[in-house]
């Protein structure tokens, strides 16, 4: 590692930093965390320079994909790796973009090359052009490893597109945040979206290597298809690691409390209560103007990253759930209990779900498991036949320790 941060300063003064970011670093919040130990698959050039000289590279990442202070565009560039394309995900190649807005295609202005939007609302996968100039997709992006976060879609996607146009594919992985936990139920395939691409659980506690090598091995690409696909590993890594993202991976994830509630308050996108955009503490708080009986309030105001936020300018009254102890919400898991409580507070009945919510939950299940009054630990029983018939299907497809 000593090296690699001597040839990156070395290299400094060449790198343009193509995808200057709008996203903040996430400040160190005092935790136990194992960055220090860990080296990312990017860092490890010496494994992937080999199987890219000479050939032509289209880059999918976004402003996560940095190692130290330098994003892997430009350490690629600087290395002499001949990239001529880069797809860019959900949120854009600057991760500026709000949750679902389409990003257009575009060109770098730093370094000429061509940006091609897998988010553009058009259809699934890039151009014959596009693919017509590569060789080899090389993703490196930093996932957050929830069934609904939308990178590990992308990534299939191009997974696809390089089954289909006889490409190669590179993954240089990343920590997944939540890697230690496995949670939720198996996505019922009828409910297959945008928000849910794989049967996999809803916490799914795999890498985006891990991923690629099971899509492959249970024949998930479209009609079984095959890819000839290359992962480089991390260095350090195992599944119980604390790893603290070093820029947020979106913009409504700014801090790792976030990233640790996710798995829980994300399930209020489908409902008409607040998470908390537009304010300072997206997915760690939650509200609703006619939510009763709660002394903490917020209103949502339009700002970068969610310029019309639900229940724009109006106050709500709901739950702060910033004062949990990170380790607390990580042993929860999946923690329906905030879910619940907004049902049964608002007592609007069907009118607290609307369609997107069964296409976050995987199911039509849980909407009525909820409706009928379980408690948050009834449900959570009913998923773990999913959730051990997961671990053993994804066991051979692990490249670190547990």
Sequence with gaps: MGFLKHFLCCVASLA???????????????????????????????????????????LM??????????????????????????????????????????????????????????????????????????????VDIQDVGLRFYTYYITMVDL???????????????????????????????????????LPITTLHGMTLGEIAQMAIGE??????????????PMAGYTHSSRYRLPVAPSPNLPDMKAIYLYPSTC???????????????????????????????????SRAGAKNPPLLDQKCHGRNLRDLDNEEII???????YVIDAYRNLNIGDKFFTNFFNLLAGNDTLK???????????????WADDIAKFRAQRAPYLLYAE
Excluded at 164 to 193: C, H, Q, W, Y
Excluded at 219 to 232: E, F, Y
């Design 16 to 58: 343009v930093f193509a995808c200057a970011s709008a996203q903040a670093p996430i400040v160190d919040d005092g935790g136990r965390y194992d960055n220090d130990k860990i080296t990312v698959g990017a860092a490890r050039h010496d494994l992937y320079l080999p199987k890219l000289q000479g050939k032509r590279v289209a």
């Design 61 to 138: 990442s976004n402003h996560t994909g940095m190692v130290d202070s330098i994003h892997t565009l430009d350490l690629l560039l600087s290395l002499g790796v001949n990239v001529t394309t880069i797809f860019s995900p959900e949120h854009g190649f600057r991760g500026n973009a709000d949750a679902g807005e389409h990003v257009s295609s575009s060109v770098d202005a730093k370094t000429g090359i061509p940006i091609a939007s897998m988010y553009d609302g058009k259809k699934r996968g890039p151009s014959k052009e596009v693919m017509d100039n590569i060789d080899v997709i090389v």
């Design 159 to 197: 997974m696809n597109a390089a089954a289909a146009a006889g490409k190669e594919f590179m993954v240089m992985d990343r920590p997944n945040p939540n890697g230690m936990t496995v949670d939720g139920p198996i996505l019922d395939m009828a409910f297959k979206s945008g928000v849910g691409r």
């Design 219 to 232: 024949g998930w690409l479209d009609n079984g298809a095959k890819v000839d696909l290359t992962v480089i």
């Design 267 to 301: 399930f209020f996108e489908g409902t008409p209560v607040s998470l908390g955009r537009g304010t300072d503490w997206p997915f760690t708080v939650y509200g609703h103007p006619d939510m009763k009986g709660t002394d903490f309030t917020f209103t949502p105001r």
């Design 331 to 337: 042993a929860a898991g999946i923690n329906l209990e």
């Design 368 to 382: 009525k498991q909820i409706q009928q009054g379980m408690s948050a630990e009834e449900i959570k029983a009913t």
